[in-house]
């Protein structure tokens, strides 16, 4: 087995709604495809979702990035075990990839499809082979919302739902605890709450915020201040007795090491893109683990099946993960990738993959409707 050829798409598809929150307002997802073609035919798919304002990556820039990366993969042997670990480790270790971790996500998401389907298991296996299928749970999130009628549908929609956990975005100290007021009533005492501030607040005001959600219940915050300060995370994390949360605090020159090894918060979300794939993502979280931190298996905004899908079997290998998130598909996204309705049911339960790759068949038709194909690279 020889990598062929790759296809890389620029994909656009429009929200259902504008999703706000304290660092963006964005109507249409923004995503990395890569389809990667072996030389018997058979096909490995993946998805990477550039955010500048989480990691520093353009759309743009990560293309070029996943063709650069692409062009090291093609031609290279693909059928011992050794072969796809070197592989594999090549596009993660790279230079490029560690500036761009939304093309490497794509890439090598493709190739453990690739790998996976070829040897009829799912993708989890290929890192955890005693890993056994179980039924998964994800949270519900809740954009900004200022439209005090559709922000009270979004609280129905969670309530008919029967969710377990729910995550808040919040923008200052005055709507968020007016919000969060309305949602415990609402939803009542046994739903877990926690707050994601997309760091809109300075740490005495995040501080403030805590004191005064104390009758909320709230059972963590995500990211109370703004990225780069970490020393006022810290601060934070010092004077909150809920779980503080980092998130784009893990990308900071930093890295996401720095804030596990020296007690920056409490607990990391971490999004497969974002980290730049599965091996950098599991590293994190065995890291992670091994001081007690609290992990979300977080999502993207607007991502397809095809990085949910991904992000399922993350949560297989992540087994400890407080909370997940993801499965939405069209709650925020008009059409998906895929003909059958991915998103999260009742609890917000999804069963675990069990069938080969990543699980999930591409409706090529959709794919070609909503992207445009940026380079076409043969061997």
Request: proline fraction near 4%; aromatic fraction near 8%.
């Amino acid at each position: 087995m020889i990598v062929d050829k790759i296809n890389i798409y620029n994909l656009k598809i429009p929200f259902s709604r504008t999703i706000k929150h304290g660092l963006y307002t964005r109507n249409v997802t923004e995503s990395i495809v890569v389809v990667i073609q072996d030389n018997d035919g058979n096909q490995g798919v993946g998805e990477g979702t550039p955010r500048e304002y989480v990691t520093g990556e353009t759309l743009e820039k990560s293309l070029m990035a996943a063709r650069q990366i692409s062009r090291a993969v093609l031609g290279q042997p693909f059928e011992t075990i050794d072969e796809r670990y070197a592989l594999i480790e090549d596009v993660g270790d790279s230079d490029i990839a560690d500036k761009h971790p939304a093309a490497c996500c794509a890439i090598e998401t493709a190739l453990l499809d690739l790998w996976a389907s070829v040897e009829n298991r799912p993708i989890y296996q290929l890192f955890d082979p005693f890993s056994n299928n179980r039924v998964l749970s994800y949270s519900g999130v809740i954009p900004y919302i200022d439209k005090e009628q559709t922000f009270l549908k979004y609280v129905g929609l969670v309530q008919q739902l029967k969710l377990k956990s729910l995550k808040i975005k919040v923008v200052d100290l005055e709507s968020g605890l007016s919000q969060l007021a309305v949602i415990r009533e609402q939803l009542g005492r046994d739903i877990e709450i926690r707050v994601d501030a997309n760091g809109a607040f300075t740490a005495d005001t995040a501080i403030h915020f805590i004191h005064s959600a104390k009758p909320m219940r709230l059972s963590a915050i995500e990211q109370p201040v703004p990225k780069n300060d970490l020393v006022g995370l810290k601060n934070v994390s010092e004077h909150s007795d809920i779980p503080i949360i980092a998130d784009e605090s893990m990308y900071t020159s930093k890295g996401p090491f720095y804030l596990i090894d020296n007690g920056i918060c409490h607990g990391l979300n971490i999004r497969l893109s974002s980290c730049g794939g599965f091996r950098k993502a599991y590293q994190i979280y065995q890291r992670a683990r091994s001081k007690q931190m609290m992990v979300v298996v977080g999502a993207h905004v607007g991502e397809t099946a095809v990085l949910s899908f991904a992000g399922r079997h993350l949560a297989m290998i992540c087994k400890d993960a407080r909370y997940l998130e993801g499965s939405f598909s069209t709650y925020v996204i008009q059409e998906d990738l895929v003909e059958q309705d991915i998103s999260f049911g009742s609890g917000g339960m999804v069963p675990a993959v069990n069938r080969p790759g990543l699980g999930i068949a591409i409706n090529h038709s959709a794919l070609e409707k909503w992207s445009e194909r940026f380079a076409s690279l043969p061997r």
